[in-house]
C-alpha cells in the first residue's frame, strides 16, 4: 500500500517537472552511460577497426576524394558529439568535486569557511587568493630553511 502512494507521489512530482529538466536528466543518464562505454578499451579496438576497415577499399578507389571524405566526416560528426559528452560528464565531476571540498572544508575546525564556493569568485579575488598561499607556501619553506639550517623554526 505504503509503495503504490509513493509510486502515485512520484508520477505526480514526474509531471510537474517542466520538460527541460526531463529532457536534462535523460541527457545526464545518456551521458554518463555513453562516456562509460566509449571510453573503454572496446570501444578504442571498435574505432581501430572501422579504420581497418576504410583503409582495405582505399587502393580499389584510388584513395580518391569521396573515399576521403567518407572518414573524414564521420571522425567530424563523432567529435563533435563526444565533445558535449565529454563536457557534461567533466562538469559533474567537478561540481561533485567542489561539494565534496566545501564539505570537507566546513567539517574540518580552524578551516577558513571562507574558502567554500571559490569556483563562484571572479579572477581578481582567485588572484588574490592565490597570492595569500603563495605567501603562506614562502613562509613554510623559510621556516624549514631555517630549521634545517639548525636554527629554530619560526612559529606563527
Do not use: Y
Not at 578507389?61 to 566526416?73: C, E, K, P, V, Y
Not at 563526444?82 to 565531476?93: A, C, E, P, S
Not at 567537478?94 to 564539505?103: R, Y
Amino acid at each position: 500500500m505504503a509503495n503504490h502512494a509513493s509510486t502515485k507521489v512520484a508520477k505526480r512530482n514526474e509531471q510537474e517537472r517542466d520538460f527541460f529538466c526531463v529532457v536534462s536528466d535523460a541527457f545526464r543518464c545518456f551521458a554518463q552511460r555513453s562516456s562509460s562505454v566509449l571510453g573503454s578499451a572496446w570501444a578504442f579496438c571498435g574505432a581501430v577497426l572501422i579504420i581497418v576497415v576504410w583503409l582495405v577499399p582505399g587502393p580499389t578507389f584510388h584513395f580518391s576524394d569521396t573515399w576521403q571524405l567518407i572518414i573524414n566526416t564521420a571522425t567530424t560528426v563523432v567529435t563533435f558529439l563526444m565533445v558535449f559528452l565529454i563536457q557534461n560528464t567533466q562538469n559533474r565531476d567537478a561540481k561533485a568535486m567542489h561539494l565534496k571540498l566545501d564539505e570537507l572544508i566546513r567539517a574540518v575546525k580552524g578551516a577558513r569557511n571562507q574558502l567554500v564556493d571559490l569556483e563562484n569568485l571572479s579572477d581578481d579575488d582567485l588572484k588574490k587568493l592565490e597570492q595569500q598561499f603563495q605567501g603562506l607556501r614562502k613562509q613554510a619553506e623559510d621556516s624549514r630553511t631555517r630549521f634545517d639550517n639548525g636554527q629554530p623554526a619560526k612559529s606563527r
